[in-house]
């Protein structure tokens, strides 16, 4: 991409340059049948390298310097630039004996050219990544919490559409995967969103989800839909991961007692078999399969949480990073079951 050339949006700012000047403006003008239309996308002459050599020396207003900076001779970065002044109809720089100030022109011109050429190099870039893309890897953390059919489809849209895509999962807290992302550990993570959220934490908010008491469907409270927190004042707890533990306490603490946290465990399997033995409840959002579990809101009591794809802010994303930010964030998310009970 050595000579990519600039394209319509320069041949479209000529054409508003000279309408300007004549009183006609061929870009929205509508020609009448038979007539020859100027053609503003035919043939664009305007060269990358000259857009470069044009930023190097709107940065350093000195023909010497910028020549350096772009590693060609003096003659030859100004030959470009009155190339670029050819085709913007107008001088871009003012020349006054040892000072060069750029001009009106130039002043409109140079955010354009910049977003411009920025977004050329970072094609430049996307290119080459993805056609070294043989193999994509992507290190997610998901919150033991969290359970999303959206999630599921995200992640069979990457499969599906990015070669090469290897997938290392992670879990555990959000605590603790936020702690892992911090270290470098993590491409991404979805965690609750944190009280204090440390210093490049960059998160994009995906739902809510609502924690509820789960019990096996034999408890003596599973006949009913909502609890209150006397209700449950004397119930024995599973721990699981921090993050249900910490919203009960929070929660209970508006009532003045301490939940009873007897058992822990550290998988969902494990969950599971303890719940349906009856070893006691955990405070959860509800899972997607509730096959012999009863699910009981908790009334009187905000235990919702907000979701969040998160990175660490500055860090250069890899392939499969970034296509699961982008399809992630393109996506309707839907709110998880619990929330529309």
């Avoid at 929205?28 to 390298?49: I, Q, V």
């Avoid at 009532?255 to 349906?276: C, I, K, M, N, Y």
């Avoid at 930010?325 to 009970?341: F, I, K, L, M, N």
Wanted: proline share 5%; glycine share 6%.
């Amino acid at each position: 991409m050595s000579s990519i050339r600039a394209g319509y949006v320069y041949e479209l700012a000529i054409s508003l340059k000279r309408s300007s000047q004549t009183g006609c403006d061929d870009a929205f003008r509508t020609w009448p049948a038979g007539a020859t239309r100027p053609d503003l996308w035919h043939k664009p002459r305007m060269e990358m390298h000259q857009v470069r050599y044009f930023l190097a020396m709107a940065r350093s207003l000195n023909f010497t310097r910028a020549a350096e900076e772009c590693n060609v001779t003096q003659p030859s970065l100004t030959r470009a630039i009155q190339k670029l002044e050819e085709e913007f109809d107008g001088p871009l720089f003012r020349r006054e004996r040892s000072r060069t100030h750029l001009t009106d022109l130039g002043r409109e011109i140079l955010p354009h050219l910049e977003r411009t050429y920025q977004a050329a190099q970072a094609a430049k870039v996307l290119a080459r990544e993805i056609g070294k893309a043989q193999v994509a890897p992507l290190t997610l953390g998901i919150a033991n919490t969290i359970e999303n059919d959206g999630l599921d489809a995200v992640l069979a849209e990457i499969g599906a559409g990015l070669p090469g895509f290897e997938l290392a999962l992670q879990s555990g807290s959000s605590e603790e995967l936020i702690e892992l992302g911090l270290n470098g550990a993590l491409d991404l993570f979805i965690v609750e969103v944190p009280e204090d959220a440390p210093d490049r934490f960059e998160a994009w908010s995906l739902f809510e989800h609502v924690y509820h008491m789960i019990t096996q469907a034999g408890h003596p409270l599973a006949s009913r839909d909502v609890v209150t927190l006397d209700d449950i004042r004397d119930e024995v707890w599973i721990e699981y991961c921090g993050d249900g533990a910490r919203a009960l306490r929070d929660a209970a603490k508006t009532a003045g007692f301490e939940p009873t946290f007897r058992h822990r465990v550290d998988s969902a399997v494990q969950l599971r078999t303890l719940l349906l033995a009856g070893f006691g409840s955990a405070f959860l959002p509800p899972p997607l399969d509730r096959t012999r579990l009863a699910v009981l809101r908790l009334a009187g009591v905000d235990a919702s949480r907000g979701v969040v794809l998160a990175a660490i802010a500055g860090r250069r994303r890899s392939v499969a990073a970034d296509a699961f930010v982008r399809a992630s964030r393109a996506r309707a998310w839907d709110v998880e079951p619990s929330a529309r009970q």
